[in-house]
């Protein structure tokens, strides 16, 4: 198994709200995430749109994935969100996470999430710090 492999399988065995949400991922490299996520009932809010949360929480898998997947563990330390339209139950949402900056202690990740007409729902950007003592070891040893 090979790093991005190892740590996409981390993520997703060890982050709740992967399952909570109903999100799948679609394909992961260094510095970038695909995935997607049905909206269901338990996504809506008072208005019966796809919550704000959810969405956020989408983009911020996504955003951890494309982060982490060079190998060293990374956190965020800044993260937002625009919201373009509301998305009803049902919709089918897609996001991509892609690196536009890696140095050697920051990255900076844009996404974008779009509904299944390929129509723009939200824009996210987020910044990542990566910890000198965590690195690919660490997935290494968790998923033996």
Same mark, same amino acid.
């Given at each position: ?6 740590? @996409?399988? =981390?993520?997703?065995? =060890?982050?709740? *709200? ?9 394909? @992961?490299?260094? #510095? ?6 049905? !909206? /269901?009932?338990?996504? +809506?809010?008072?208005?019966? !749109?796809? =919550? #704000?949360?959810? +969405?956020?929480? +989408?983009?911020? !898998?996504?955003? &951890? *994935?494309?982060?982490?997947? =060079?190998?060293?563990?990374?956190? &965020? ?12 139950? #049902?919709? %089918? +949402?897609?996001? !991509? ?8 202690? @920051? /990255? ?9 007409? /390929? ?6 950007? &987020? ?6 003592? %965590? ?10």
């Amino acid at each position: 198994m090979d790093t991005v492999e190892k740590v @996409t399988e =981390h993520i997703k065995t =060890h982050d709740k *709200l992967i399952p909570m949400f109903n999100m799948e991922i679609e394909e @992961t490299a260094p #510095g970038m995430a695909r995935m997607n996520m049905k !909206v /269901g009932p338990n996504h +809506l809010n008072a208005a019966r !749109v796809c =919550h #704000g949360a959810a +969405l956020f929480a +989408l983009a911020d !898998v996504a955003f &951890a *994935l494309a982060a982490n997947c =060079h190998g060293r563990m990374a956190l &965020a330390i800044e993260a937002s969100i625009n919201y373009f339209r509301p998305v009803a139950e #049902g919709s %089918v +949402l897609r996001v !991509v996470c892609e690196e536009e900056f890696q140095g050697r202690r @920051t /990255g900076t990740y844009f996404a974008t999430i779009t509904d299944e007409n /390929g129509k723009k729902i939200a824009i996210f950007k &987020a910044t990542a710090f990566r910890v000198d003592d %965590v690195s690919v070891s660490r997935y290494n040893r968790e998923n033996k």
